[in-house]
């Protein structure tokens, strides 16, 4: 998992960098001067405090400019033990450059102690996140970036010690290019420190309970306020010029922390006051409020897939129609990645959801590429279901999880069930990359069939998850996680080695060579190299292409109808047939079976349960599906088949294929391999290129 970085909060942390060191340089000389005067020591602590201050607020202007693609928060106790080191380190650095003479031993001698100091602050701030997994370093940029900071502490030192007295030629000049120097030393090593953490994919923030990124912000900006005090207030900098600059980077460096950079709409900070506001309105009587949290679906596979440019101007926009229609007293705030909240009248809450939904879900443009969202949210009202901020954004994110789970693209309201569901989804999602590497993911296989003859046509392969604590989870629960924690693209590779693994097992024995179908979920069709994966994969496992089958889904086929029409063919080039499955749920549009070329239809399960309805619907589709498949030379599989009325329905259609309960429910890998031999007479072999191998 990667990170990146804001360009103007990079630069910021640059200027504070500047302002530290030249208070350095500054009080090195002041304190020169008081080297007999019985204040030196007050002046010594009030130095070391403003300079840590300096140095502290570099690093988390740093830290503030580092995003991933979870929401980061600090713990506290572990970020202020990282403020004292900063703060000791400067001690030591003052009460160095600042009496007697600086031989060359005592110059390295504290230059290593600082240098260890502020590296140690570094990596101490780090931890300060409490990733889960923890962060992995990167050992010889951990070296070198400890070495730079021991170079840059004995370089500081010696430059204080040298520009201290009022006689030097040029002194503020001098002064001036040395504090840049240092600054450039004191940031490189923070950057390079930063490139050593390496973040597992999967990884959760477990301070985010704690000290969010976002009210770091505010402390942040009063540090870099207490820094420019401190340095006008002890050494009388007072040129005009650089104190206008100095107050217009502070206000813009105030601003950043209570809005976001790249949609400038309010932060989880302002959100806060907001909310109090609102409590605090309500308690004199005025009208209750509502939270509606707000999650984009899709959002990450067109971010992984098409780039984080593509990815921010699509949040732009978005963020833009969020503003839309929304009363005066309404508030809209970007919570970080696709999350959004909106504070709204209790009574119009509901339309609100309803707006955003239908706006959200029209076609966007970027850079040419017509692309789909739409959005689950979560509501929650005051006081119904909470008292403050924290309480009520819980609920509605918990309502937002439902949502999810309903099917996205709609909104829920609390009920105080959602917190279990919500819990537990938390659980599985820091259990998931666990359940990958300790073997807790399996692979079981079931049977498409033949309407006319019930003659074995291929079979599905579809993932299982036990868990240790909580037992069978289903998939529907824990794929749309692997989905938003980036984690689907390994286990879509693990399955495919899986179910080429168990081919090869199958053609060992001699068995028929049945044809296998993989479901791609829409992040994995996204990825660029997705063939060529592929391709590797069964390559090293010595599997023939035609054995494959692979299932995408309308939703991920219309993301980008061009990208995904050139993998079809791609995929089918290279002699891999691919399925439309669930169709009927998502775009529906029959035209476009002709466009994509689809090997073969699947119709959604919810079709065959108004069969049995007597529904008018499913009939219909299927009816016109069926004829259009015809003419297209595309078979059709109507899934989820329960009951002998659906079969003798599908029968009268004229549908080919069937899968469901009714015929053969999913089986485990070995008990599949019973299946098999036990269907050896009556299974319709994947091709002649692909027949098993003599045994």
């Given at each position: 998992?990667?990170?990146?970085?804001?360009?103007?909060?990079?630069?910021?942390?640059?200027?504070?960098?500047?302002?530290?060191?030249?208070?350095?340089?500054?009080?090195?000389?002041?304190?020169?001067?008081?080297?007999?005067?019985?204040?030196?020591?007050?002046?010594?602590?009030?130095?070391?405090?403003?300079?840590?201050?300096?140095?502290?607020?570099?690093?988390?202007?740093?830290?503030?400019?580092?995003?991933?693609?979870?929401?980061?928060?600090?713990?506290?106790?572990?970020?202020?033990?990282?403020?004292?080191?900063?703060?000791?380190?400067?001690?030591?650095?003052?009460?160095?450059?600042?009496?007697?003479?600086?031989?060359?031993?005592?110059?390295?001698?504290?230059?290593?102690?600082?240098?260890?100091?502020?590296?140690?602050?570094?990596?101490?701030?780090?931890?300060?996140?409490?990733?889960?997994?923890?962060?992995?370093?990167?050992?010889?940029?951990?070296?070198?970036?400890?070495?730079?900071?021991?170079?840059?502490?004995?370089?500081?030192?010696?430059?204080?010690?040298?520009?201290?007295?009022?006689?030097?030629?040029?002194?503020?000049?001098?002064?001036?290019?040395?504090?840049?120097?240092?600054?450039?030393?004191?940031?490189?090593?923070?950057?390079?420190?930063?490139?050593?953490?390496?973040?597992?994919?999967?990884?959760?923030?477990?301070?985010?309970?704690?000290?969010?990124?976002?009210?770091?912000?505010?402390?942040?900006?009063?540090?870099?306020?207490?820094?420019?005090?401190?340095?006008?207030?002890?050494?009388?900098?007072?040129?005009?010029?650089?104190?206008?600059?100095?107050?217009?980077?502070?206000?813009?460096?105030?601003?950043?922390?209570?809005?976001?950079?790249?949609?400038?709409?309010?932060?989880?900070?302002?959100?806060?006051?907001?909310?109090?506001?609102?409590?605090?309105?309500?308690?004199?009587?005025?009208?209750?409020?509502?939270?509606?949290?707000?999650?984009?679906?899709?959002?990450?596979?067109?971010?992984?897939?098409?780039?984080?440019?593509?990815?921010?101007?699509?949040?732009?926009?978005?963020?833009?129609?969020?503003?839309?229609?929304?009363?005066?007293?309404?508030?809209?705030?970007?919570?970080?990645?696709?999350?959004?909240?909106?504070?709204?009248?209790?009574?119009?809450?509901?339309?609100?959801?309803?707006?955003?939904?239908?706006?959200?879900?029209?076609?966007?443009?970027?850079?040419?590429?017509?692309?789909?969202?739409?959005?689950?949210?979560?509501i929650a009202f005051h006081p119904r279901d909470g008292?403050?901020?924290?309480?009520?954004?819980?609920?509605?994110?918990?309502?937002?999880?439902?949502?999810?789970?309903?099917?996205?693209?709609?909104?829920?309201?609390?009920?105080?069930?959602?917190?279990?569901?919500?819990?537990?989804?938390?659980?599985?999602?820091?259990?998931?990359?666990?359940?990958?590497?300790?073997?807790?993911?399996?692979?079981?296989?079931?049977?498409?069939?033949?309407?006319?003859?019930?003659?074995?046509?291929?079979?599905?392969?579809?993932?299982?998850?036990?868990?240790?604590?909580?037992?069978?989870?289903?998939p529907l629960e824990f794929i749309p996680l692997a989905?938003r924690s980036g984690l689907i693209v390994d286990i879509?590779?693990?399955?495919?080695?899986?179910?080429?693994?168990?081919?090869?097992?199958?053609?060992?024995?001699?068995?028929?060579?049945?044809?296998?179908?993989?479901?791609?979920?829409?992040?994995?069709?996204?990825?660029?190299?997705?063939?060529?994966?592929?391709?590797?994969?069964?390559?090293?496992?010595?599997?023939?292409?035609?054995?494959?089958?692979?299932?995408?889904?309308?939703?991920?086929?219309?993301?980008?109808?061009?990208?995904?029409?050139?993998?079809?063919?791609?995929?089918?080039?290279?002699?891999?047939?691919?399925?439309?499955?669930?169709?009927?749920?998502?775009?529906?549009?029959?035209?476009?079976?002709?466009?994509?070329?689809?090997?073969?239809?699947?119709?959604?399960?919810?079709?065959?349960?108004?069969?049995?309805?007597?529904?008018?619907?499913?009939?219909?589709?299927?009816?016109?599906?069926?004829?259009?498949?015809?003419?297209?030379?595309?078979?059709?599989?109507?899934?989820?088949?329960?009951?002998?009325?659906?079969?003798?329905?599908?029968?009268?259609?004229?549908?080919?294929?069937?899968?469901?309960?009714?015929?053969?429910?999913?089986?485990?890998?070995?008990?599949?391999?019973?299946?098999?031999?036990?269907?050896?007479?009556?299974?319709?072999?994947?091709?002649?290129?692909?027949?098993?191998?003599?045994?």
């Amino acid at each position: 998992m990667t990170g990146i970085y804001n360009p103007l909060l990079v630069w910021l942390s640059l200027v504070v960098a500047f302002l530290a060191s030249y208070t350095a340089v500054e009080l090195s000389a002041g304190l020169n001067a008081l080297a007999s005067a019985k204040w030196r020591p007050l002046w010594l602590a009030g130095g070391a405090l403003s300079m840590g201050l300096g140095i502290w607020s570099m690093h988390f202007i740093g830290m503030l400019a580092f995003t991933l693609p979870v929401a980061i928060g600090y713990d506290l106790g572990i970020t202020a033990a990282s403020l004292i080191l900063a703060i000791g380190v400067s001690l030591i650095a003052l009460a160095t450059a600042s009496r007697g003479a600086l031989s060359q031993r005592r110059l390295c001698a504290a230059g290593t102690i600082m240098g260890a100091g502020v590296a140690a602050m570094h990596f101490t701030g780090m931890q300060a996140m409490q990733m889960s997994p923890a962060i992995e370093y990167t050992p010889w940029r951990v070296v070198v970036s400890v070495g730079v900071a021991i170079a840059a502490s004995i370089t500081a030192l010696w430059l204080a010690f040298t520009l201290r007295t009022s006689g030097v030629q040029n002194r503020v000049v001098k002064r001036l290019g040395a504090a840049f120097a240092m600054a450039i030393a004191i940031t490189g090593m923070h950057y390079f420190g930063m490139s050593a953490a390496n973040f597992s994919a999967g990884s959760l923030c477990l301070s985010g309970d704690k000290l969010d990124a976002n009210r770091l912000a505010l402390i942040v900006s009063a540090t870099s306020f207490i820094v420019l005090v401190g340095t006008l207030a002890l050494l009388g900098f007072h040129t005009g010029s650089l104190s206008v600059s100095l107050k217009r980077a502070n206000r813009q460096l105030h601003y950043l922390g209570t809005h976001d950079a790249l949609t400038n709409l309010p932060n989880r900070q302002q959100l806060s006051l907001r909310i109090a506001r609102a409590v605090a309105g309500c308690a004199r009587g005025e009208a209750s409020f509502a939270v509606l949290f707000i999650d984009l679906d899709g959002f990450k596979a067109i971010n992984d897939s098409l780039g984080h440019g593509v990815g921010d101007d699509l949040l732009q926009v978005c963020a833009e129609r969020l503003r839309q229609d929304l009363h005066q007293t309404d508030m809209v705030a970007r919570l970080g990645g696709d999350e959004f909240v909106i504070v709204a009248e209790a009574s119009s809450a509901e339309a609100t959801a309803a707006g955003v939904l239908r706006r959200l879900s029209e076609e966007i443009v970027v850079d040419g590429l017509p692309l789909r969202v739409s959005a689950s949210i979560g509501i929650a009202f005051h006081p119904r279901d909470g008292g403050n901020a924290d309480e009520l954004l819980h609920c509605a994110d918990a309502a937002m999880y439902a949502a999810k789970q309903s099917g996205r693209n709609t909104f829920c309201v609390f009920e105080p069930h959602m917190n279990q569901t919500a819990l537990k989804s938390l659980i599985l999602q820091r259990d998931l990359h666990r359940a990958l590497s300790d073997g807790e993911l399996s692979v079981s296989f079931q049977p498409k069939f033949r309407v006319a003859s019930q003659s074995v046509t291929g079979v599905e392969a579809l993932i299982r998850w036990r868990h240790p604590e909580l037992g069978e989870i289903a998939p529907l629960e824990f794929i749309p996680l692997a989905e938003r924690s980036g984690l689907i693209v390994d286990i879509g590779d693990w399955v495919l080695r899986e179910v080429c693994r168990n081919i090869v097992l199958w053609d060992a024995q001699g068995l028929p060579a049945i044809s296998v179908a993989v479901n791609l979920s829409p992040m994995q069709f996204n990825v660029p190299d997705l063939v060529a994966r592929i391709d590797a994969l069964l390559g090293a496992a010595g599997v023939d292409p035609c054995r494959l089958m692979f299932e995408i889904t309308e939703t991920a086929a219309m993301q980008n109808v061009e990208k995904a029409s050139r993998t079809i063919e791609t995929l089918q080039s290279h002699g891999y047939t691919v399925a439309v499955d669930d169709f009927g749920t998502g775009y529906s549009s029959l035209g476009y079976l002709q466009r994509f070329r689809f090997d073969q239809i699947k119709i959604d399960g919810s079709f065959m349960r108004e069969l049995d309805a007597g529904g008018e619907r499913g009939g219909a589709l299927l009816s016109a599906v069926v004829a259009l498949a015809r003419a297209l030379r595309i078979e059709v599989v109507a899934e989820g088949v329960e009951t002998e009325s659906q079969f003798h329905a599908l029968s009268e259609l004229a549908c080919d294929q069937v899968q469901g309960f009714l015929l053969s429910r999913p089986l485990p890998a070995s008990e599949f391999l019973t299946f098999l031999r036990a269907s050896a007479d009556r299974i319709v072999a994947a091709g002649t290129a692909c027949v098993a191998p003599a045994v």
